[in-house]
């Protein structure tokens, strides 16, 4: 959603949106780069709360310069509360990624796929490149692929077939979550500097609370530090880094 008032007609005009892909992520939010129209940003994530950690500080940095940011979830995270029953679970984790959304100024679209049971197959590849469609991105995020978990996994490979189905006409970038534990082998191509949207995305991550985020020491402990080390990396307080997907233009099969 766009914050009225937030950017001027005026200063989209200048530069148009072609040759977004050759740009390095980060200089998107340079000053100096005008777009025709605000950037349709788009994220998939496999579970409420993934898109949040992963590349939050990205994502509202995007939605307060003006830009229009979608999140899709896979799943509802209907597995995700022990001992509660998955309809009951599903209902908490989406009423959670509802409110993390609205703290992020994106909209939330719930795919369907149920938690720790995520499926590939041809009606889902077919479904989620619908949903991009629908969305028409200029830009996408979702997993990296190598990850301890499948629902990630799921949603990082739907997404990049739905990528090469759509002609690579955006550029998809990966994001982490908890690197060493679920995410893997992660060597950047890409950090945002998120040290301005480091508190707005804690609060959105903190709409989890059925996740545990309860206390800064917990947010610290998994994401925090995370967010410290990508930052020293290019010497600012906090950051988000990305993989970028660089591949030759592919056949579609
Ligand atoms: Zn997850």
Known sequence: MIKEGKISRRSF???SLA???SLPLASVFDKSHHFTRPLKVVCVGGHPDDPETGCGGTLAKFANAGHQVTIIYLTNGDAGIKGKKPVETAQIRTAEAINACKILNAKPVF???VDG???VDNVWYA????LLEDENPDIVFTHWPVDSHKD????SILTQKACIQMGQKFPLYFFEVYTGSQTQNFHPTDYVDITETQQQKRKAVFCHASQGFVTDAFYQRFHGIMEDFRGISISVKGAEAFIKLTTAKSAVI
């Open 13 to 15: 005009f200048n530069n």
């Open 19 to 21: 040759g977004i892909g």
């Open 111 to 113: 795919a369907g796929q």
């Open 117 to 119: 049971s995520s499926v």
């Open 127 to 130: 479904k989620i490149q619908k």
């Open 152 to 155: 990630h996994m799921a949603a």
